[in-house]
């Protein structure tokens, strides 16, 4: 499974990047307000930056809105993903969309018929929220996990990123699950770097060979 970083704060994407763990960026309109930078800037420096899928979504509600926005938001670098909604007019502008070759991500996606559909409209990826089902009291992971299911039994290419990840839990679940991709908040990556007992190992190999040094120069002495 690969991770993506899910934010739009170039600190973040790049210190991630610079770990070699990520190989792609997601950003939604929310992520990108809490930033206050220009939308099309701040996507082109993240594309520049990250050598993989950079998802930008579209905030047109019409299928034409979409297609214009979606046709910019491309041009800026060849590694822009376009985020589009579940809904009847983005499954219409991801129809048109995917036959010119442009990629699209099917975000807000809370069912297995909706990344059914997403699938038949040739979304280059499909997202859906784990984090957003399990706070209204539904398993997320059930339902990625039978997304899972059911795309590998009709060798379904869409790629499924398990997104809306609130835990390190949840990054395992989706891993087992078989999600291709997790995009996974900075706060969450971090987390996933530590275990207590990696630091007490540190800690005691660095005591441990500073005796050692200080046993070996005496000697010398
Ligand atoms: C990423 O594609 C989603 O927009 C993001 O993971 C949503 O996360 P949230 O439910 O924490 O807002």
Redesign the pocket.
């Known amino acids: 499974m690969k991770l993506f970083i899910?934010t739009a704060n170039i600190d973040q994407i790049k210190e991630m990047y610079s770990l070699g763990i990520i190989s792609g960026v997601?950003?939604?309109p929310?992520?990108c307000s809490k930033e206050g930078k220009d939308f099309k800037s701040s996507i082109a420096e993240i594309a520049a930056i990250v050598d993989g899928p950079i998802?930008a979504?579209a905030i047109s509600m019409t299928r034409e809105g979409i297609i214009q926005e979606a046709r910019e938001l491309a041009a800026i670098a060849p590694n822009i993903v376009i985020?589009i909604p579940m809904m009847e007019e983005g499954l219409a502008a991801t129809s048109v969309l995917s036959k010119e070759g442009i990629k699209v991500?099917m975000?807000?996606v809370f069912s297995v018929n909706q990344a059914l559909l997403a699938a038949q409209v040739g979304a280059a990826y499909v997202?859906p929220?784990v984090?957003?089902l399990d706070d209204i009291g539904h398993s997320g992971i059930e339902i990625l996990d039978n997304i899972v299911t059911i795309y590998d039994i009709y060798d379904i290419k869409t790629e499924i990123?398990s997104?809306?990840?609130?835990n390190p839990l949840h990054v395992v679940q989706s891993a087992l699950a078989g999600a291709h991709i997790a995009?996974v908040?900075y706060d969450i990556l971090k987390a996933m770097v530590k275990h207590p007992l990696t630091d007490i190992g540190i800690e005691r190999f660095l005591k441990d060979w500073k005796k050692l040094q200080e046993t070996t120069s005496s000697i010398r002495k």
Request: hydrophobic content about 25%; charged content about 20%; aromatic content about 4%.
């Open positions: 899910d997601t950003t939604n929310t992520l998802s979504e985020k991500n975000t807000l997202s929220f984090g957003r990123i997104a809306s990840i609130r995009t908040p």
